[in-house]
């Protein structure tokens, strides 16, 4: 059966967390590297070599009218001379694979240069050194095919200078005059010296990677800051989710009318302040008579004297919640209102530990009281286990009015009272036939008998007086009643035939608004002082002290 959350309530409990994690990740997103260098392994152009070239003087470049360092940047970078260094390049052998990829230069094709443009042609480029020589750089397929591009290029780039120089001289060939003794000659034609060297030519192995860094909208710092905000909301959300789906405790009413199988008879908002806080009443109804609280305690007593009993019946497909395999169904006998006196032992269990039980039972004993009704309130509690030796029990035979009304203890309430078991129980096994005669002594003297026990799943208390009480009503609490602790105690309530009304649920969430420190009620110089809290009997060790509380 899935289990339906209150998604929306979830999140506003949890904006903390979703602010911090956005903060988190924006900060993260903003300080992450904005490009990340990689390398395209079907990149034709990934390896780069690179040879220096130059006129350095000394070899007749000063005064001798051949070329510049201006010059060799200048035809270095022509189309022409790129052109040229690509064809000579492909020679056949290991570089025939060059053919596809070199085709062009990677400017612009000039019409008639008989190569094409392709996007994948390699990358010849020449640039000034900081030594005032010049670099020359290419990129290839392959490390050899790099080195051989770039030696082309450095060789292609010498004989256009050389062809350069010589036109410009107007002079292409040179004559030697024959030595004494010797005949001339005819002409020998000779280039003019231009300067230019190959100083260091490119090598295979001296080939490296190239890499090209990512740009994209990740380099932007505001788009990289409001896509940390949006993944980290979106991580706050999905944990939240996760929570709330492994959060196997009762949430809301209808979760807990399909768990328990009983109806919910009351809602009762949570305590604002917190108990324990300070100035945090323990009794709503005496301390806060108007609050929300006060006021959902006042319609439980109303349930307890009018509504009907919890059907003992399971069918399926129940109007009580829509997502449950087998619900109770309603009862088929038309409603009749219950004889009064007929609902004045009430017994108040809970599956586990929930700390609102004991606060239910005050509550409920205090609105009956500020009717006018007389109440005691009764805890097992502080009952022992087995045969504890020199026990107190002064009562063994039959308990009457007179013994009851001899130990009640009156509290600052009006018309409550508290009355320990012990003086009439030697031990918790003695509930089982103990409490009934004890119970109906207690009616004589009372309205109202309201009986707390200790947990349900964990102690016997709650199965051995089940038959001795006139109405059961069992607490469940939002955030602390697990599902399986729900389950079971309805199945074990079903199973032994316990007369129960309905469940109890208790601290529902209130709204923030809600949660406003409580007024003070008005008072005069003649009104009485508030009453103090209710203090049950000392509890032993062997039980949970918050059925004291």
Known sequence: MVEPINFTAALRRSWRLLVVLAALFAVIAVLLPVSHPKVDKNDPTR???????????????????????????????????????????????????????????????????????????????????????????????????????TNAYAKVLGTTLTGIAASASGDTTRTTTPAKGQSATASTPQAPSTGYEILVPAEATAAKR??????????????????????????GVLIVLVVELLNKKLRTGPRAEAHFKFPVIAEVPETWPPPGDEGSPRIVVVAEPTSRSAEAYRKLRMSVMFEAMAPAGVVTGSALDPYADSLLAAPVEPYSPPEPGTRAVILVVSPGTEASRPRVVANLGATYA???????????????????????????????PDDVQSHLQPSSIANLSMLSLRPFVRNSAQLVNRA??????????????????PPFLEFHHGEALAHAVDVVLV???????????????????????????????????????????PKEPATSSDAPAPAAPIEPPAATDQFPTESQE
């Open 47 to 149: 390896w780069q070599t690179t040879s220096i070239v130059g006129a350095p003087p000394g070899n007749g470049i000063v005064g001798s009218g051949t070329v510049s360092i201006g010059q060799i940047l200048f035809f270095g970078s022509s189309f022409e001379v790129k052109a040229a260094a690509l064809s000579d390049a492909k020679t056949p052998g290991p570089f025939l694979t060059m053919v596809g990829a070199m085709s062009a230069s990677p400017q612009t094709t000039k019409s008639g240069s008989g190569s094409s443009t392709a996007a994948t042609a390699p990358v010849v480029k020449a640039t000034k050194n900081g030594t005032g020589l010049v670099q020359l750089t290419t990129s290839a397929a392959t490390r050899e095919e790099s080195a051989a591009l």
């Open 210 to 235: 190239t890499t090209k860094a990512s740009s994209n909208l990740s380099s932007s710092h505001k788009v990289r800051l409001l896509a940390g905000l949006v993944l980290g909301l979106i991580v």
């Open 475 to 517: 607490v469940g609490e939002c955030g602390a009643t697990t599902f399986d602790h729900a389950d079971e105690t309805g199945v074990q309530l079903r199973r032994i035939g316990a007369p129960v009304l309905g469940v109890v649920f208790t601290e529902v969430p209130i709204d923030k608004a809600d949660k406003r420190p």
């Open 370 to 400: 500020e009717s006018g009704q007389r109440v005691v309130i009764v805890s097992t509690g502080d009952l022992d286990s087995g045969v504890p030796a020199g026990s107190d029990a002064t009562y063994t035979g039959p308990v009457g």
């Open 436 to 453: 009934a005669p004890i119970f109906d002594a207690a009616r004589q003297v009372a309205d109202v008998v309201l009986v707390e026990a």
